[in-house]
C-alpha cells in the first residue's frame, strides 16, 4: 500500500513538472468524472516526457487535444439494426 501511494506521489510530481497549472486542474477534473481516461493521459504523457519529446509544458489547449484524441480512441460505435 505504501509503495502505490509513493507511485501516485512521483506521478503527481511528474504532472505538476510537466502540466501548466490549468492543465493540471483539467486533470483533475476528468480524473474525478473518468478515472480510466485520466490514467491513461497520464501513462501517454510519461511515454512522451521519457522519450524526450516534450519541449514545453503541456498547455490547457494541448491537453483537450490529447484528451480528445485518447477518449476517440475508446468510444465504440454502437449500431442497432432492425429486422
Known amino acids: 500500500m505504501q509503495q502505490l501511494n509513493?507511485?501516485?506521489e512521483l506521478k503527481k510530481q511528474l504532472m505538476t513538472k510537466?502540466?501548466?497549472?490549468?492543465?493540471?486542474?483539467?486533470?483533475?477534473?476528468?480524473?474525478?468524472?473518468?478515472?480510466?481516461?485520466?490514467?491513461?493521459?497520464?501513462?501517454?504523457?510519461?511515454?512522451?516526457y521519457q522519450t524526450g519529446k516534450m519541449q514545453d509544458k503541456i498547455s490547457d489547449r494541448k491537453m483537450?487535444?490529447?484528451l480528445g484524441l485518447i477518449s476517440q480512441h475508446k468510444k465504440r460505435d454502437f449500431r442497432i439494426k432492425r429486422a
Open 6 to 8: 509513493q507511485i501516485e
Open 18 to 48: 510537466m502540466l501548466s497549472k490549468e492543465a493540471f486542474e483539467r486533470l483533475g477534473r476528468v480524473r474525478a468524472v473518468n478515472p480510466e481516461l485520466a490514467s491513461q493521459v497520464e501513462l501517454y504523457l510519461i511515454q512522451v
Open 64 to 66: 483537450k487535444d490529447i
